[in-house]
């Protein structure tokens, strides 16, 4: 089936510090997700890009969908403990009619 | 927004043991409903999604079934659990272009 690599797989960082992680395909997406899953949890959706090299912005993250809608990727600026979670992008494919396929996921950790 | 209702939560099971577990979805009809699975440390692998009463299709070879006998009901089952099926499994529904999750069910096969 259709997958999504996203790097890194684990991130620490000092409160405070940025984060980023990257999601890529190998095929083109006709869009992708993010979603947030706090330890112990289930994945909660963040937003949704659609049009290539697209940017949105929700208070300190940061999205971005690539000019050929095969990679995106999620920033946060000035990381806080509350923004501890694994982040997982999830793509959709043309043709592929309602399936998302997620991403491996990154896990923040934000030490305080 | 929907709500999504899963059980069992939590659940042991032997290996070569049956298995069930059940979702249900309120809020909307027709809709698109997902089995994922998340083993330890790692992504959300989908197993099964379904877009009607009866309608399945599964995305990984696995000794793991779903069925859909309801609009808003979608069954993950196995008639012999093997150790590897240890995980979170995940029900989820697609609304709108989003998907919603429900709470999961953690399964360890021992």
């Known amino acids: 089936g259709q997958q999504v690599m996203q790097i890194p797989q684990y991130q620490h960082v000092q409160e405070g510090e940025d984060f980023t992680t990257y999601c890529n395909s190998s095929?083109?997406?006709?869009?992708i997700q993010w979603y947030k899953q706090r330890p112990g949890g289930h994945p909660v959706f963040l937003i949704q890009l659609v049009k290539s090299g697209e940017v949105k912005k929700q208070k300190r993250l940061t999205f971005q969908f690539g000019e050929a809608k095969k990679n995106s990727s999620l920033h946060i600026t000035a990381t806080q403990t509350t923004d501890v979670g694994t982040y997982f992008c999830a793509g959709k494919y043309w043709g592929a009619g309602n399936q998302f396929y997620f991403g491996t996921g990154t896990s923040l950790t934000v030490i305080p | 927004s929907q709500t999504i209702h899963q059980w069992p939560a939590t659940l042991v099971q032997p290996v070569g043991s049956p298995l069930s577990l059940e979702c249900t979805v309120e809020?909307?009809?027709?809709?698109?409903l997902y089995w994922y699975r998340q083993a330890a440390g790692r992504g959300l692998q989908l197993l099964f999604y379904s877009v009607g009463i009866g309608q399945i299709s599964s995305e990984v070879p696995q000794n793991l079934s779903a069925s859909r006998p309801q609009d808003r009901q979608f069954i993950l089952s196995s008639k012999k659990l093997l150790l590897s099926d240890s995980g979170f499994y995940l029900c989820a529904s697609g609304l709108g272009g989003k998907i919603y999750f429900g709470e999961g069910s953690w399964l360890t096969v021992v």
């Open positions: 095929t083109t997406l006709s869009n």
């Open positions: 809020g909307t009809s027709n809709p698109n």
